[in-house]
């Protein structure tokens, strides 16, 4: 029987592809914001040690003493590793180079593939409420990914609107498969966002209905625009619906967090 007393717990959302450049860190960002805009309470986890979601949120260096690297290990606590962005209910575990030295020090850790899984399952978390927690995966199939889908409910997969776009997908795909036989057999596709979509290259087109036709469901509804704010944002430290709220882009990580909360229940 549910509970009726203790909240609801977080949807976890992995935000993945090994290959780079293709938006995971703008759509982990903007996506959060989103959410973050319609009341939802978001913790992004930054997981990957180039850092970039937490610099685009405006977590300079100086301020990660305590990073995702000490959460998933045990040495930090929930409240510690949590910052409080500049934009109201969304919050940031950062990152920093040191996380990557995790895929060879992790080697000889039996719960390896766990501790994320094990870090975001903490009751201290569970009492902060967040209704999302959103990881930006690195652009490897590395044991941090694999500890990222491991732990999460869902995979958010952004794929660029571009020639190879799907050749990676195939390889993602397997990993997401071997993770559902070997430890997280509940793991959906939250779904396929197309990024920096141009509407007017024929390329673009011919990508989205590549991807429409192999993948039919899986590919959001929403087209994630090629705009410049999206781009310009993360150097001023913030997501695109802060920096030009009237932005196409803005526009269209609205209608994606759109069509994810329409799935709450
Ligand atoms: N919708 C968009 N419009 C314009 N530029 C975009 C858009 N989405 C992403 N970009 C730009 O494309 C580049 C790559 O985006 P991003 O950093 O989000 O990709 P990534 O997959 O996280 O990369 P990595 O694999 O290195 O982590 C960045 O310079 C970003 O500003
Ligand atoms: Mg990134």
Request: include cysteine.
């Amino acid at each position: 029987m549910p509970d009726l007393i203790s909240p609801r717990p977080a949807k976890i959302i992995a935000v993945a592809n090994q290959k780079g450049g293709v938006g995971k860190t703008t759509t982990a960002i903007n996506l959060s914001a989103a959410l973050a805009e319609i009341g939802r309470r978001v913790l992004l986890v930054d997981l990957d040690p180039q850092g970039n979601a937490s610099t685009g949120l405006g977590i300079g260096p100086e301020q990660r003493e305590v990073t995702t690297y000490d959460f998933i290990l045990g040495d930090a606590k929930a409240k510690e590793a949590i910052h409080e962005t500049d934009v109201e209910n969304l919050f940031i575990i950062p990152a920093t180079t040191d996380l990557s030295s995790a895929d060879i020090e992790l080697i000889s850790n039996e719960k390896r593939s766990f501790l994320l899984y094990d870090a975001l399952r903490d009751p201290a978390l569970a009492q902060l409420e967040f209704d999302y927690i959103l990881i930006d995966c690195p652009p490897s199939l590395s044991i941090l990914t694999v500890n990222a889908l491991v732990s999460a409910h869902s995979v958010v997969v952004p794929l660029q609107s571009e020639f190879f776009a799907l050749e990676g997908l195939s390889q993602l795909m397997l990993t997401i498969r071997e993770v559902r036989e070997a430890a997280n057999p509940n793991l959906r596709i939250e779904g396929i966002a197309l990024t920096m979509h141009d509407r007017r290259n024929k390329l673009s087109h011919q990508v989205e209905a590549d991807a429409r036709n192999t993948l039919g469901e899986l590919v959001f509804k929403t087209l994630i625009p090629r705009n410049v704010r999206v781009s310009e944002a993360p150097s001023f430290a913030m997501p695109v619906l802060d920096y030009d709220s009237g932005s196409t882009g803005s526009a269209a990580y609205r209608a994606l967090a759109q069509e994810i909360t329409a799935r709450e229940r």
